[in-house]
Structures are given as C-alpha cells and as structure tokens.
C-alpha cells in the first residue's frame, strides 16, 4: 500500500488584516489536508483568499488562529529560523510575475535557490531540470531573451532545484497566453505524475484548476466546495 504522508494540515486556520477601518478575515477558519503527491488547485473569486492562504502555507506570513501544519512543523510554534529553512529548502515557489532576475541567465536562475538555501550548486541537475522544462537549448539566455512562457517555465525549473517537497504556484498562467497557460498546467501535471511532486496552485482559469486531481473552492476567506479526494 501507498505510504500516506501529511504534507500540509490545516485547523480553523485564520489570517486576519487589521486595518484602521476594519478587520478583514482573509482566511477564515479553513480544514484543509494536502498529502504527499496530492496536485490541488485553489479556485475563487478575486478577494477570497487564496494567496492569503498560499503565503500562509508557505511559511511566509504569520498565522492569526487555528493551527498550521506544514511538512511536519507547527508553523505558529516553529521558530523563523526554522520556518525559514523550511521555506528555503523544501518549498519551491512560482509566481504569476515570473520574478527572474533579469542579470542572471536561466541556469543561473535556477541555481539561486541553491544559493539561498546554502546547498552545494549541481550544475547538472540545474541544466537537466531545464531541459525537463523544454529549455535545454536556452540555458544561457537572459530573461530579456526568453518568450513570457519560457520565463515562467525557467521559473518553474527554479522552484524544483531544491528538490521541493511542496511545490506553491499563486496564479502562475496570470500573465500567460492561452496555450502558454496549458503548457505550464502540463508541465505540473507531469511533474505531478510522473515525479510525485505535491502542487497546491492558484488560478482563475476553471478549465486549468479541472486538471488538477483535487479542488478547493474559496469565498470569503473560507471553503464552499471540496472535489476530489486526498491522495
Ligand atoms: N497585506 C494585506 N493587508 C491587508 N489586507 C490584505 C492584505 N493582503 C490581502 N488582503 C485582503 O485580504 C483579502 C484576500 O486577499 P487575497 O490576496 O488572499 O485574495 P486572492 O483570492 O488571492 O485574490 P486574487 O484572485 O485577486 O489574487 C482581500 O480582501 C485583500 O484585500
Ligand atoms: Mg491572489
């Protein structure tokens, strides 16, 4: 049998704003349970929550309420430094803006969480992981010489180079043509499949968040449907 591993648990999890005028609840009492090789989309309307709840997985802001799991620590008990570590070397992160350091090349993009992480730089894996992406004959372009789909595919290859055990992606087809967009939602699917990498990504695209295998839908800060079933 599969070994069931608990990636992310999530209790009556609660991030809220406190603004002058107003509380805003953000995230508003959410369970949620993500296992190992689990792919999850994050669906909802503009204001729901979902980045709030995706930086809040990835340990990179505080929780109000409720507890947070994230592979293994307790994220409200854990102390920075080690949430830091956590985030540093077992999470991957893709963006919707790409955010590629425009001096580097694309290996040398995806070598930098290497870096921060403190890790031994693998060139060859970084060049594989390129190529994985379909962008071994641009290893050495800048970002300014990439297409916008090849910079999120760089970005994608960046985000696995530490070998993540959680892959976060907030609304990564965002600034993405139609069939750049697929091509990305393949490569998840296939990093998915293919490597067991667990995905929680974000997007507005209805037909995109369907190739996931499960789905949660947000409004207000909190879950109104759930399709699909734990891995
Ligand atoms: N740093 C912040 N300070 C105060 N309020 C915030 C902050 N970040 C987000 N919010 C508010 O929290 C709510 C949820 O925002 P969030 O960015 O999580 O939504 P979203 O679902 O990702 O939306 P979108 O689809 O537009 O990206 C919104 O009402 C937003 O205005
Ligand atoms: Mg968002």
Redesign the pocket.
Known sequence: MKELITVVKAEKLTKV?S?PAEE?R?VDGIDLEIRKGDFVSLM?P???????LLDLIGCLDSISSGSLTVLGHDVSKAKESQLVKTRRGSIGFVFQEFLLLQELTALENVELPLVFARREIDRDYCVKLLEKVGLGHRINHFPRELSGGERQRVAVARSLAVKPALLLAD?PTGNLDTRNSDEIFALFKKLNAEDGITILV?T?NEKLGNLASRKFHLKDGRVTDVFGAPC
Not at 46 to 52: A, D, I, M, R, W
């Open positions: 704003y603004m805003i953000a909802g503009s204001g729901s929550g979902k980045t709030t609304e974000t507005h």
